[in-house]
Nanobody, 115 residues
Framework: QVQLVESGGGLVQPGGSLRLSCAAS????????MGWYRQAPGKQRELVAS???????NYADSVKGRFTISRDNAKNTVSLQMNSLKPDDTAVYYC?????????WGQGTQVTVSS
C-alpha cells in the first residue's frame, strides 16, 4: 500500500518560515520524481516545486528564491523549506510522487500565513 504522509504545516506570520516533510512508503522512492503542489480556496492546484530522481529541481516563479525542495532517498522523504512566507502562500500543500504515468498524492497539510 502506497502512502505519502505530509507533516509540518501550520500557522506562521508573514516573513516567517516553515518546513514541510513528506514520508513515502510502498514505493521504490529513488525511482520517483517528487513534488509539492498547493491549492488555495477557489483556485486550481498548482505546482510549487519538484525534484527528479536524479536531483534536478524546478520551482514555480512565485516561490523561486524563497522555497527549497530536497530529498533523502535513504529515508524516503522529500522536504520543502519555505522562507519569507507571504499571505499568498496560504494553501493546502500536497506531496506528489510520479514515475512515468504512475502518480500518488498525499492527504495534504494546511499552511496559513497570517498576522
Amino acid at each position: 500500500q502506497v502512502q505519502l504522509v505530509e507533516s509540518g504545516g501550520g500557522l506562521v506570520q508573514p516573513g516567517g518560515s516553515l518546513r514541510l516533510s513528506c514520508a513515502a512508503s510502498g514505493i521504490i522512492f529513488s525511482n520517483y520524481a517528487m513534488g509539492w503542489y498547493r491549492q488555495a480556496p477557489g483556485k486550481q492546484r498548482e505546482l510549487v516545486a519538484s525534484i527528479t530522481s536524479s536531483g534536478t529541481t524546478n520551482y514555480a516563479d512565485s516561490v523561486k528564491g524563497r522555497f527549497t525542495i530536497s530529498r533523502d532517498n535513504a529515508k524516503n522523504t522529500v522536504s520543502l523549506q519555505m522562507n519569507s512566507l507571504k499571505p499568498d502562500d496560504t494553501a493546502v500543500y500536497y506531496c506528489n510522487s510520479r514515475w512515468s504515468i504512475i502518480t500518488y498524492w498525499g492527504q495534504g497539510t494546511q499552511v496559513t500565513v497570517s498576522s
